[in-house]
């Protein structure tokens, strides 16, 4: 079993639709959780971290995790075709200073 | 924010040659770089891990004398990919950790295409 899932995709939803990305992982020493976008052929940028489980809201963005499930997603609410990327999500043990293993990444495409 | 600064965006180099992939933190010291390499539709692999003024930290099944990576200043670490083959075509990223900052910041990437 791989450290950490995540389904590929492509995912494809229409402008305005609620999106929801998910990560499942089996080594329950992690603690920090982080989402990261990353557009074809430019280098991840950082959407949301959070620390051990509960939710996080930033504007149309929310992270969950569920330390108890070993799941975590992220949801989108109002897409936008400017949200068409592919979405990582990386975690690690220890502290936010640790090496990241990430996920293979879910492609999102929001049609207008 | 925090800005790491990746160059070249793209190159392509003939077999057998050595190719050179900087990376500089712009706004803050980065005590510790990253360097990932991504194939299409993979995941970020690690690579190595470095230090400023240490030997960099080599995951396993990666050579460390094909890819060497110098971290000299607490603002620029260098990958250079020497004798570059078609099999070292990939994406490769950077990433940098501040002294007190969280998370970590992600260079735009360089595409590397060995001919």
């Known amino acids: 079993q791989k450290e950490v899932e995540q389904d590929p995709g492509p995912l494809s939803v229409p402008e305005g639709a609620i999106v929801s990305l998910n990560c499942t992982y089996s080594?329950?020493?992690?603690?920090?959780f982080m989402w990261y976008r990353q557009y074809s052929r430019k280098g991840p940028e950082l959407l949301m971290y959070?620390?051990?489980?509960g939710n996080k809201e930033d504007g149309r963005f929310t992270a969950q995790v569920d330390k108890s499930s070993k799941y975590i997603s992220l949801f989108i609410r109002d897409s936008q075709p400017s949200d068409s990327a592919t979405y990582l999500c990386?975690?690690?043990?220890?502290?936010?200073?640790?090496?990241?293993?990430f996920g293979k990444g879910t492609m999102l495409l929001v049609s207008p | 924010g925090a800005v790491v600064s990746q160059h070249p965006s793209r190159v392509i180099c003939k077999s057998g040659t050595s190719v050179k992939i900087e990376c500089r933190s712009l706004?803050?010291?980065?005590?510790?770089m990253f360097w990932y390499r991504q194939f299409p539709k993979k995941s970020l692999m690690l690579m190595a891990t470095?230090?400023?003024?240490?030997?960099?930290?080599?995951e396993q099944g990666v050579e460390k004398d094909k890819f060497l990576i110098n971290h000299a200043s607490l603002t620029l670490s260098t990958l250079t990919v020497t004798s570059a083959h078609p099999e070292d075509s990939s994406f490769y990223i950077c990433?940098?950790?501040?002294?007190?900052?969280?998370?970590?910041?992600f260079g735009s990437g360089t595409r590397l295409t060995v001919v």
């Open positions: 990386a975690m690690s043990a220890n502290s936010g200073y640790s090496t990241l293993t």
């Open positions: 080594n329950s020493a992690f603690q920090y």
């Open positions: 959070t620390y051990s489980s």
């Open positions: 706004d803050f010291q980065a005590t510790t």
């Open positions: 990433s940098a950790r501040g002294t007190g900052g969280v998370g970590y910041t």
């Open positions: 470095s230090n400023e003024g240490s030997k960099a930290t080599y």
